[in-house]
Structure formats: C-alpha cells, structure tokens
C-alpha cells in the first residue's frame, strides 16, 4: 500500500480544443494552445491498495458517473489494480467551465503513477491524463502549453509540449465567475453535437491549425494583442459551433455578456484586454498583469467573484 499527494493547476486555452478524432482515446481534431494558471488548484491522494474502491471529491464521496470514470482511468494505468483510495479537492468551482476536469486527471495521473511506482515523465502522463479528460494534457505543464492533435491511431504522438514556462511573460487571467452552477451539458457531449450537427464545424477544423501558428509566435514574441486577437478569434469560432448546432448549446449567461462588452470597452479605451470563454458561463480575460487590477474592477459589478490569477507551474508531488 502506498499513498501519494499531487497538486496541480487548471490551464485555460487561448487556442481551443473543440471536437474529437476519436471518441474512447480523447483524441482531438484539433491543435490547441493553453496558459497554465496558478491560484487554482486541485489536490489529489491517491493509495494505491485499499480495502474497496473509494473516491471523494470536495469532502465528500463522489457521485457514481463521476466515480465510474476515475476508476475507468485507474484502470487505464494497470487492468489488474488492486482496489484504490482516490480523495480529491479543488480550491475553485468543480464542472463549471474552470478547467476543473483538466487539473483533476493532470493530478490524478500523477499521483496514482507514482503510487504504482511507474516512470513519471511528463510526456507520458500526459498521454495518459488526455485519457481522463483531453484538456488535462497540457496541465503537466506550468506556463504556456502546445497540444498537438498527433496522427497515430493509438494517440501516442497527441500530448502537450511545453512551450515556455510561466516566468516568460507577466500577463495575467482575470477570471470573472458569474455562476456555480454545473454545467448542464458537458465537453464531450458538447463536442459531439458540434461535430455531428453545425455547419460551421468543418471550417472550425480546417482553421485551428493556422490559429494555433500565429498564437505560439505571439507567445514567443510576447505580443498580447497578437495572441488576444487570435485568442477570441478561436474562442468565437468555437462558439459559433455550439450556437449553430441541433438544438443550440449556449454555455453564456446575461452576466458572461456584461462582461464581454465591459472589456471590448476597456479595449475601445486602449487597454490590451481580450475575452476568452469555455463550456460555461465565466469569462476570462487575458492582459499584462500591470492591468488586471483595472480589469477585474471592471468585472466586479457583473460577477460573483473576480480571480486574478498569474501564470502557474507544473502538476508535482506534494507527500
Ligand atoms: O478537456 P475537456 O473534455 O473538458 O474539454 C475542454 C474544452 C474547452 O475547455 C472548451 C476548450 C479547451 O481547449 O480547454
């Protein structure tokens, strides 16, 4: 019996993963690009031999969907495992469009690896973490994180890449939360629809690979307004594929629209500010981190709460 403690943070996309190649292995259809983010974070211990199967989420034991799919993923790591104590904790929202999942099965990989006594290089658990939820691959990394879509059938070649670490550029995340609540239809679901239904989904495709160009040689050039135009751009896009699929999937709230027009008018105004959104409600806005107190003042009369959160480090052991 050994038991391990991770952490790791959640990492928004500045250019988005929307949509799947293959359904079973998480493996997208699209390159995307990602911002790891300190401030949040999930905490994960995993014993590795247990007496029955058990996982707690945020104190308390977890529903049977969301029990089922951690341990499919234990699974993932040894088929013949024996059973496994899986306690987990975010310090922010869980599924409501905060990257949760993606932080979740970045620290589960890592704890339950090093619990079996498995090689833990980074590359790997990030093949293994896209398994649990694809987003979760690029959060091994601090800083700024590429996911190539790979072409092998397997997805051992679909991983993040770390582009640069969060000392590279002083921006910050600002993240506005207008509401708690879980998401009523989630990423895969989501993304299923999108791809079966919206006229718009080939050209979302067809262009994320270009988007995800531009964005890394405005990361290396630390050019904000390059990487925020190219950031709403793939994040409208990928709304434009929920909006337009049967039925419509709208993730936005009135509030998430007070504040994307609060920040188009800080923009208007010559501050370097750009919205970004997921499968949820909040709104996030990159900027220089001089800035953020300025954006998130602006946020506050629309939001629950306003987060400004730097650039964060890797996934690591904690015990
Ligand atoms: O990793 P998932 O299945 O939770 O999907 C994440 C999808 C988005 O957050 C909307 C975009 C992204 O690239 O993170």
Not at 65 to 86: S, Y
Not at 153 to 173: C, E, I, T
Request: glycine content about 8%; some cysteine.
């Amino acid at each position: 019996m050994t038991t391990v403690t991770a952490t790791a943070h959640p990492n928004i996309a500045l250019v988005k993963y929307w949509g799947k190649r293959d359904l079973p292995l998480n493996l997208p259809a699209v390159p995307s690009l990602s911002l790891t983010l300190d401030g949040f974070e999930t905490r994960t211990t995993v014993t590795w031999g247990a007496d029955h199967d058990v996982f707690e989420l945020d104190g308390v034991p977890a529903d049977a969907k969301a029990a089922a799919k951690v341990f499919a993923f234990l699974d993932l790591i040894d088929p013949k495992r024996p059973p496994c104590k899986v306690v987990s904790a975010n310090d922010f929202p869980t599924g409501a469009g905060l990257a949760s999942s993606a932080s979740a099965f970045a620290a589960l990989a890592l704890a339950a690896s090093t619990a079996r006594g498995d090689d833990v290089d980074p590359t790997r658990l990030s093949v293994l973490a896209r398994q649990g939820s694809g987003s979760a691959c690029r959060s091994l990394w601090g800083g700024f994180v590429e996911w190539r879509a790979g072409e092998h059938p397997d997805g051992v070649d679909s991983h993040g890449l770390p582009l640069a670490g969060p000392d590279h550029w002083d921006v910050s995340m600002v993240v506005a939360v207008v509401s708690t609540a879980h998401k009523p239809v989630g990423s895969t679901d989501g993304m299923e629809r999108a791809r079966l239904t919206s006229p718009l989904y080939d050209t979302w495709v067809a262009q994320a690979q270009g988007d995800v160009d531009v964005g890394r040689d405005a990361i290396f050039a630390r050019d904000l307004d390059g990487l925020g135009r190219v950031m709403e751009a793939s994040t409208y896009k990928m709304h434009a594929t929920m909006h337009t699929s049967a039925p419509p999937l709208m993730y936005w709230q009135p509030a998430s629209l007070a504040c994307l027009h609060t920040v188009w008018a800080l923009r208007a105004g010559g501050l370097s500010a750009w919205t970004t959104m997921d499968a949820g409600p909040q709104v996030k806005v990159l900027c220089r981190s001089a800035d953020a107190a300025t954006v998130a003042d602006a946020l506050r009369p629309h939001a629950m709460a306003v987060h400004m959160l730097r650039p964060g480090g890797p996934a690591r052991i904690v015990s």
